[in-house]
């Protein structure tokens, strides 16, 4: 079925008079890859967390696979329940536990038993590439590793919407072509569903099949953004497998 | 944070930078107000008993066997008492910066009463209650408590309930701080709960040490309660010295252990949370709220039992003690000559604390590492000092011929006292906000071409306002209360509410000690919850 | 959002300034205040008869009546400094000792003798023999001339007339070391205060050895030791425990407020009661000494011995013309304690040394 993954009916919120999210509606189908294009204060920020439940909705419905997530101006689904990966602007990388520590604490919330735990962790990090920082403290570590540790925490979960809220807006241009072409790998390879915001057209160009465009709080236009260049798939499908 | 400070130009070789002239003015008047009349003091302590230089009054410290009974209890006090005000606090400051709590502000309010009741009368209020007359004497029929009630437990639990808020607001402010988007992180992954102990309580962890810190050194140098309850400890040590055999160099000499004690306890706070001092930023949106749905009855009650043992019968058994109501009335009839000087100078006190404070807490935060630490020690030891050896220390400086004589005669003496008592806790607090603040803020204001003195006024002041409020609350509390050095430098003539309520109380039965205890609790709570209403009139969250 | 929030912030900042400005507005009006007011005093030092300071460490209720009718009467600016010599605070000896070179107060008066002969050991007192003390007992003023005493309060053992009936109560302090008390009796911290005086009056009557006895049978008997001697009257009041040894002006402020309590005066047939005079001195290098003679000669009235035995303090006059209190025997009724208070006081020290280890201080 070409059922939407992730749909968004009329969804809105207010903050007291002013309407930062206008009825928006959105359908992003399974294993896409969609870039949230817009200048800053068009309410795809919001959007997003509006997604991951961290706001809740005045009105609209939110659809997650064949689940209802909010309704009727609240939330049916807590954030953690929803199969979520949230790499935020900041990367909000915990500055008191260890790379590894902090996959492991989310892996402990998700139940997920100790020795089984271990693998997993060592297998996120080698995917993101930064096996080597285990033990390290975000504060040891560069722009660019932090965003792979951010992102590895997203992931680690096996996900199955990937939200990235600019993630890569404070790191260099170099940096980030790389980081953004290993990122689409990553997507594809994983075959996760990821929902992009960023306001540099050139950045949601070359990563996504598809740009949606906010402007005050409404869609504007939604398109396809043509083939994204992928010469840096690295990675296999059987790490896919393990991985979700 | 460290890389960032060594891209800062060093402009300081070159010329005197307005930063550097201001920071060390304040380091100067530092020194000092604060820690030259202590200092004078020990040079006082080294005087044998002919007026020479001498170990004398250390030897004889060595030499008494009943050192280590004193030190042991001195300890336990002050670690007992950080302990138990911080497993009361903590948790309460979590729950006012979290969870939905109704009536928030009001909880916060009346949670705080604790703190500004002397500690002494807090004391009292708990031998009319656990004494072996005490209400629950009464009520049972048989004195179950009076035992634990005069025992280092009773003055650990009485100080306990009156520090505990310093934990409260610590933590809440710093739970405030904290980056929304840590806890949003957290909330991707697991319940509200769990977010709150595995992700919010770490990276507040620092700020509750550093209150943890500040009330030990408070039991530290508490002397009201143990003097009341019959613990033996230094600061009674030290006041026997003075009252009973007037000898200045022993007194300061036996204030030595509890600044040592005070020393230890501030090296092992750093040692244990120096590394995770945090850099958070302050966030757009609230971050994590705490429903506390099936838990709400369980947490109210918690809170309501808190407030009953710690504000409720304190101040209930002092209103059955006061008895009537004309008394009350009375006693401000009485002394409201006093009531305005204590309100004024406590309040230019805490204002000239913070100002000066917030520039030592800064200079403190932007520090080179190995300096930063040692400042930081230094204000907990200068915190330390017993108050009875800073009011002494005070007149020696300050009563001599000339300027000195002429500031020692007015009431400015007693402004200076509070500031040589108080300065390093605002300091303490304040260098905690600057150093929750980034670099690159100031930085980017810098490059923008302000001068330092107006990044300082319009870049940092503006991103701790909590951390002013709190510093200026604090320090208005304890200047407000303070007794000890004031009643040896209030000009005469003059008075505060503590002296006038101290001297009046002497010999007049608990009756009126209860009433005029109530007076200077209600004297204190009125204004700050004026500042309380103006500070929600600006908006300002604290 | 953002932007909203930075508003907030920038008001509530601008408000601190705002309120920064203004008291430092405040406060350089008020040092400037202060400094014209300071210098002005300093103009005035020349002995002016205008302004006389006192120290004061008899109750401040008691004491503050007095001084303000002396305003009055006179016209002289008074100014004080009330302290109590109890367990709260280090008192006004450590200020006046602090101050020595360079000394603010004029007057002390003391509501016992040991700070008193303490500040004269330490050279802070000056001689001065007043005229108006011609009608007070040779034995109440010092040889030297470095203090004179006035109106006296006694220690008495205090007892409470719900537990104890009147027939039972002790009539010498050494019977609260008796097991009839035992674990009933209350005292004040006796290293402070009048108890200090009272203890160290024990020590030169009765010798080291016996004293040090009468301690160690005092400490297995269980006696409490508290901060003040008001505590011991409150304890005593409340039947915390049955009786303890007090001064009689904490004794007349309970009975005023109708508490179970009634005195005994101890040792009348013995050793006799421990009589503490107030004490009035002159200090070394006074501001205004010229005035501060005056007021001592005024402290020293008739007058004022009257207003202290009528007030609730009721204290004792030392004058056998003066009228004392109704409820306290006149001094010429009971054997007062013979004593020489600079030898009594000489020993303050050491005693509290003593009495540290016997009792475990």
């Not at chain 2, 150093?435 to 319009?458: I, K």
């Not at chain 3, 108006?132 to 470095?146: L, R, W």
């Amino acid at each position: 079925m070409d059922k939407a993954f992730l749909r968004l009916i009329e969804v809105t919120k207010r903050y007291g008079e002013r309407v930062i999210v206008d009825r928006v509606s959105l359908d992003v189908a399974g294993g896409e890859f969609v870039a949230l294009l817009g200048p800053s204060g068009c309410g795809k920020t919001t959007t997003l967390r509006l997604i991951a439940g961290l706001e809740t909705p005045d009105s609209g419905e939110i659809w997650i696979g064949d689940k209802q997530v909010a309704a009727e101006g609240r939330n049916l689904v807590a954030p953690n329940a929803r199969g979520i990966g949230f790499v935020f602007q900041d990367l909000a990388l915990w500055p008191h536990l260890t790379v590894a520590g902090s996959l492991d604490f989310v892996l402990a919330c998700a139940k997920v038993p100790k020795r089984e735990r271990t693998k997993r962790i060592t297998e996120v990090l080698r995917l993101v590439r930064i096996e080597r920082f285990a033990g390290s403290h975000p504060g040891q570590l560069s722009g660019g590793e932090q965003q792979r540790a951010a992102l590895a925490r997203a992931l680690i979960g096996g996900p199955r919407l990937l939200l990235l809220d600019e993630p890569m807006s404070s790191l260099d241009a170099d940096l980030k072509t790389d980081l953004l072409m290993e990122l689409a790998g990553l997507q594809r390879s994983l075959g996760v569903t990821a929902l992009y915001v960023t306001h540099d057209q050139a950045e949601a160009r070359a990563l996504t099949q598809r740009i949606v465009s906010m402007r005050e709080g409404r869609i504007e236009q939604a398109g396809f953004a043509g083939e994204p260049v992928n010469e840096f798939v690295t990675h296999s499908e059987h790490e896919k497998t393990e991985i979700i | 944070m460290r890389t960032a400070a060594k891209t800062v130009p060093r402009r300081a070789f070159m010329w005197p930078s307005a930063r550097a002239v201001i920071l060390g003015a304040a380091a100067i008047l530092f020194v000092g107000i604060c820690v030259l009349p202590t200092v004078y003091m020990f040079g006082v302590s080294f005087a044998g008993v002919d007026g020479s230089f001498s170990f004398y009054h250390y030897r004889q410290l060595l030499l008494d066997p009943r050192e280590r009974d004193l030190l042991l209890n001195t300890a336990l006090l002050g670690t007992g008492t950080a302990a138990l005000a911080t497993i009361i606090g903590a948790p309460l400051g979590l729950l006012l910066a979290r969870a939905d709590l109704p009536v928030k502000r009001f909880l916060r309010l009346a949670l705080v009463v604790p703190l500004v009741i002397p500690p002494y009368i807090l004391g009292l209020a708990w031998i009319y209650i656990g004494g072996s007359a005490g209400v629950l004497a009464r009520v049972l029929g048989h004195d179950l408590l009076s035992h634990w009630t005069y025992s280092l437990t009773g003055a650990v639990i009485t100080l306990s309930i009156g520090f505990y808020p310093l934990a409260m607001l610590a933590t809440e402010a710093a739970a405030r701080r904290v980056d929304a988007q840590l806890e949003e992180a957290g909330l991707m992954v697991t319940r509200p709960l769990r977010v709150l102990r595995r992700i919010t309580l770490p990276l507040v962890a620092p700020s509750i040490a550093s209150s943890a810190l500040v009330i030990f050194v408070l039991a530290l140098s508490e002397f009201g309660v143990p003097g009341l309850l019959r613990v033996p400890v230094f600061t009674t040590e030290v006041f026997t010295a003075f009252a009973a055999l007037y000898d200045f160099g022993a007194a300061t000499a036996l204030a030595v252990p509890l600044l040592v004690v005070a020393l230890i306890a501030g090296v092992a706070v750093k040692l244990l949370v120096g590394k995770r001092m945090i850099t958070t930023r302050r966030s757009t949106h609230s971050g994590l709220a705490l429903p506390l749905g099936g838990w709400r009855a369980l947490t109210i009650g918690s809170v309501v039992v808190v407030l009953f043992l710690s504000v409720g019968l304190p101040l209930t058994v002092l209103a059955i003690e006061a008895g009537r109501v004309e008394r009350i009335v009375f006693a401000i009839r009485t002394s409201s000559e006093a009531i305005a000087n204590s309100i004024f100078l406590a309040t230019i006190g805490a204002t000239l604390i913070v100002a000066l404070a917030v520039l030592l807490g800064y200079g403190q935060a932007r520090a080179r590492t190995r300096l930063r630490g040692l400042v930081d020690l230094v204000f907990i030891v200068v915190f330390a000092v017993p108050s009875t050896v800073v009011g002494i220390g005070l007149i020696n400086l300050w009563n001599r011929p000339g300027l000195p004589g002429e500031v020692y005669k007015s009431t400015a003496i007693i402004v200076i006292a509070y500031l040589a008592r108080f300065v390093p806790v605002g300091a303490l607090i304040l260098a905690a906000s600057v150093r929750q603040m980034p670099v690159s803020s100031e930085e980017s204001a810098e490059v923008a071409g302000a001068g330092w003195l107006r990044s300082f006024a319009r870049i940092v002041l503006p991103q701790i306002p909590n951390g002013l409020a709190a510093a200026w609350v604090v320090a208005f509390i304890l200047a407000f209360g303070e007794l000890g050095a004031t009643v040896l430098v209030t000009p005469p003539g003059e008075s505060t509410l503590p002296v006038r309520i101290y001297t009046m109380i002497a010999n007049t039965p608990s009756s009126e000690v209860a009433a005029l205890a109530l007076m200077q609790v209600g004297v204190i709570i009125i204004p700050l919850a004026l500042l309380g209403v103006l500070a929600r009139g600006t908006r300002l969250k604290w | 959002m953002g932007s909203c929030h930075q508003t907030d912030s920038i008001k509530s900042t601008s408000h601190i300034i705002d309120c920064l400005k203004r008291f430092a507005f405040a406060l350089s009006i008020a040092l400037i205040l202060t400094s014209c007011s300071g210098t002005q005093r300093s103009f005035q030092t020349g002995d002016s008869p205008k302004e006389v300071t006192i120290y004061v460490s008899t109750d401040r209720v008691f004491s503050e009546p007095i001084l303000r009718a002396y305003e009055q009467k006179t016209g002289v600016k008074l100014n004080a400094v009330y302290d109590t010599e109890e367990t709260k605070s280090t008192g006004l000896a450590n200020r006046l000792l602090a101050e020595k070179n360079n000394p603010q107060a004029d007057v002390f008066w003391s509501n016992e003798p040991v700070r008193t002969l303490v500040l004269k050991k330490r050279g802070v007192l000056i001689p001065y023999q007043s005229a108006m003390a011609a009608g007070i007992p040779a034995v109440f003023k010092d040889p030297e001339n470095y203090w004179t005493g006035f109106s006296a309060r006694i220690r008495v053992i205090v007892y409470n007339t719900k537990l104890v009936k009147p027939e039972e109560a002790p009539k010498s302090v050494f019977d609260l070391a008796d097991p009839k008390w035992r674990d009933q009796a209350a005292l004040a911290d006796p290293r402070f205060g009048t108890t200090s005086f009272h203890v160290a009056a024990l020590y030169a009557e009765l010798g080291d050895d016996r004293a040090d006895e009468f301690f160690h049978r005092l400490k297995a008997n269980g006696v409490k030791i508290v901060s003040a001697n008001s505590v011991v009257l409150d304890a005593v009041a409340r039947g915390e425990v049955k009786l303890g040894i007090t001064d009689t002006d904490d004794v007349n402020v309970a009975l005023a407020a109708n508490k179970p309590v009634a005195m005994v005066l101890p040792d009348r047939e013995g050793m006799g009661a421990p009589v503490m005079p107030n004490m009035l001195s002159l200090i070394a290098g006074a501001p205004h000494s010229e005035a501060g003679k005056k007021l001592i000669d005024y402290l020293l009235s008739p007058e004022v011995e009257r207003m202290l035995a009528l007030s609730e303090a009721v204290q004792i006059p030392l004058r056998p013309s003066v009228e004392g209190p109704k409820n306290i025997p006149p001094l010429s009724s009971f054997k007062p304690m013979t004593l020489d208070y600079g030898k009594a006081a000489d020993r303050v020290e050491d005693v509290t040394r003593r009495l540290q280890s016997i009792l475990g201080l």
